[in-house]
């Protein structure tokens, strides 16, 4: 969103800052953005479990549809870890492909396949016995995240309240 065109005080941005966007913005880092691999039992139930990425192959993978200006869109989808022989990108493949991060967890609550989501939006699922986390010893990437407002000499009690909660709850120092 353009926070002054739209109308908003604050946004929660992902990806990288350009120089050209800090100008008029306060950034302020929170921590990384940390995704996971998970799949629900039922779907584990009737696969086996992948042991190394390249296993992934074998595998419904439910992927996020990027829209065409995002940095991390790509031709052919692909998944990224790290593990014990370094970066590993391997291609991915299945039946379904969502611009919506709650729908694919939806599907992968519902045994559909394998999703690779933000562990925040996860964590709770994997507690509850929903979902199973994946690939122990791989880490898929981490995405900087950013809360940035414009600069304002006078910051809006709301919008202070606002950004302090959320330095406090999302702090890079985590």
């Known amino acids: 969103v353009d926070l002054a065109g739209d109308g908003f005080e604050a946004a929660l941005r992902l990806g990288n800052r350009s120089d050209q966007q800090a100008a008029d913005q306060v950034a302020r880092p929170l921590a990384p953005y940390q995704l996971m ?3 629900a039992p039922a779907y584990l139930a009737q696969h086996a479990e992948p042991r190394r990425p390249e296993d992934l ?15 991390w869109r790509s031709a ?4 990224r870890m790290t593990g014990p022989e370094g970066d590993i990108s391997v291609p991915i ?5 969502v611009d919506s ?4 967890r939806r599907a992968a609550l519902a045994g559909m396949g394998i999703v690779m989501l933000p562990e925040i939006m996860l964590s709770q699922d994997i507690a509850d ?4 986390r994946l690939l122990h ?13 414009l600069r304002d000499r006078r910051m809006s009690s709301k919008l202070r309240s606002f ?10 120092a985590l």
């Open 57 to 71: 192959a074998q595998h419904n993978c439910l992927a996020y549809a990027y829209s065409s200006r995002s940095e």
């Open 163 to 172: 950004v302090d909660f959320v330095v406090e709850r999302f702090s890079a």
């Open 129 to 132: 016995g929903h979902l199973v």
């Open 37 to 39: 691999l998970c799949a």
């Open 137 to 149: 010893g791989y880490t898929p990437p981490s995405r900087p995240l950013h809360l940035i407002y």
């Open 76 to 79: 052919q989808p692909s998944w």
């Open 101 to 104: 991060a709650q729908g694919l």
């Open 93 to 97: 493949a299945g039946r379904m492909r």
